[in-house]
């Protein structure tokens, strides 16, 4: 079965400042992964997802991602937060199999401090 | 710009009483899930659909929830009893045919008193 740790459960940041939202996967099979934000009454929207190919994914919004397969890790960056990236950041996995089921990790609430 | 729809997005009940979200996927969209988030148990995956047919319910409580989808422009979810514990956002998400991105409506937000 796969799993997904996000450990941080808050990340404040100054606005311009880099940004760094750390997920840890755990998976004995190849996995697909996946960054999503939530805004604040919104449903949630796909930053970028890593399927296959580059290691290094780029989003929506400025957002990237690095998948590190030695230490099952995705984590989320940004050079420069805005305001307006304030929100709840959720990272996913799921394998391949077209019967398998997307699992979401707890969730890492960004908030922009001006 | 296609989206998933959900209604209501506000409904606040009473215990016992049966309360039903309605979903439009968007369109050609042949995958259907539904999620339920709470602050304690965060995002959970409660039931999911493909071609109208449930793949997978084994997050929902089956004594008082029920999922469909009566054709493919409509999926339902249906609580009854509700009770307390019930109050959540509930999302409803479709994804196309071969892809993997999940498409989010804006929830319903569930009270019950």
């Known amino acids: 079965a796969q799993s997904v740790t996000q450990l941080d459960s808050q990340v404040p940041v100054f606005e311009e400042a880099p940004v760094e939202l750390r997920c840890n996967y755990s998976?004995?099979?190849?996995?697909?992964l996946f960054w999503y934000v939530q805004y604040p009454n919104q449903g949630l929207q796909l930053l970028l997802k890593?399927?296959?190919?580059?290691?290094l994914v780029k989003g929506i919004n400025g957002f990237e991602a690095e998948f590190n397969k030695s230490q099952t890790s995705f984590h989320l960056r940004k050079p420069s937060v805005h305001i307006s990236d304030t929100a709840e950041y959720f990272c996913?996995?799921?394998?391949?199999?077209?019967?398998?089921?997307?699992?979401f990790g707890s969730g890492t609430r960004l908030s922009i401090r001006p | 710009d296609a989206r998933v729809t959900q209604t209501p997005r506000h409904k606040v009940t009473e215990m016992g009483q049966e309360v039903t979200m309605r979903c439009q996927p968007i369109?050609?969209?042949?995958?259907v899930f539904w999620y339920r988030q709470t602050m304690m148990q965060g995002l959970e995956l409660l039931a999911y659909?493909?071609?109208?047919?449930?793949?997978?319910d084994s997050g929902m409580p089956k004594d008082r929830f029920s999922a469909e989808m009566p054709d493919a422009t409509l999926a339902t979810l249906k609580i009854q009893p509700s009770e307390p514990r019930d109050s959540a956002v509930y999302f409803c998400?479709?994804?196309?045919?071969?892809?993997?991105?999940?498409?989010f409506g804006p929830g319903t937000r569930l009270l019950v008193l």
């Open positions: 996913a996995v799921k394998t391949p199999s077209s019967a398998s089921k997307i699992i």
């Open positions: 998976s004995s099979v190849s996995v697909y």
């Open positions: 890593y399927l296959s190919g580059s290691t």
């Open positions: 369109l050609g969209h042949n995958t």
């Open positions: 659909f493909r071609n109208r047919a449930p793949l997978d």
């Open positions: 998400a479709s994804a196309p045919v071969g892809q993997e991105t999940q498409y």
